[in-house]
């Protein structure tokens, strides 16, 4: 008896070229598999540079080569040797990402992965503010007006605190706690998902609740006694106002 011949399963082949709807297809399983909002930010940002150079070339293959070109691409542009290495390692995402979702061969991918970043010579030293510096930028704004007073107690936080600046708008009054008859900022939720509790000296406290009592209308009232708990620092009383815009700020301080 004569066999049929078995039908062939038509496998779908791996691309070599990545068209933009396969590349923000990529894009989106690697801000996906991110938790940290800073490092999404981050990787986007690279991604969607690279995206930019890779399209700019028609039916240019994403392989190992391309990659290297890319790297003497940002080697060009006098990019710092961490910079370059940060979009290197967004690619290498991308390229993984990309492969897992079957639109890339797992043999570009590996290639790509192969790709070494830029080396680092020596140790960059870096430049900070001397106190006489910072004392300066947290005198230069006034404390005649609300906006003044703000912005001398966010300038202290970021100083003193060493906050970051997304941390100190995004600061809630029931983080600002008292343990052991010292002020802090208890679980403080940082990059990466990392929790810390950061002290506050007491100058810096005077400061909030000096702002705090004028932007709230409420007289003599502060932190201490837990006024509208879980309401954000970078909000006043309605709940409207944001620091970020402080549109009533500037109304309210033409009569300050």
Known sequence: MKQTPRSRV??????TVLRLPDLEHAKTAVL???ISADAQRGYRHAIDEFVDWYCSEPRLAFNRIVVLRYRSYLESRQLAPGTVNLRLGAVRRLAYEAADCGLLSSDLAAGIRRVKGVKKLGVRLGNWLTVEQA????????????KGKRDRALLALLLACGLRRHEAVGLRIDDLQQREEHW???DLLGKAGHVRTVPIPDWVK???DEWLRGGWNCPGQDLSQ???????????????????HCEGLRERDRYA
């Open 32 to 34: 996906n598999s991110l």
């Open 206 to 208: 005077e400061q909030l």
């Open 10 to 15: 038509n496998r779908k082949k791996a691309k």
């Open 184 to 186: 802090a900022i208890v």
């Open 226 to 244: 837990g006024h509208q708990d879980g309401a954000d620092m970078g909000r006043l009383h309605d709940g409207k106002v944001d620091l970020a």
């Open 135 to 146: 004392h300066s930028l947290w005198q230069a704004p006034g404390n005649q007006g609300l």
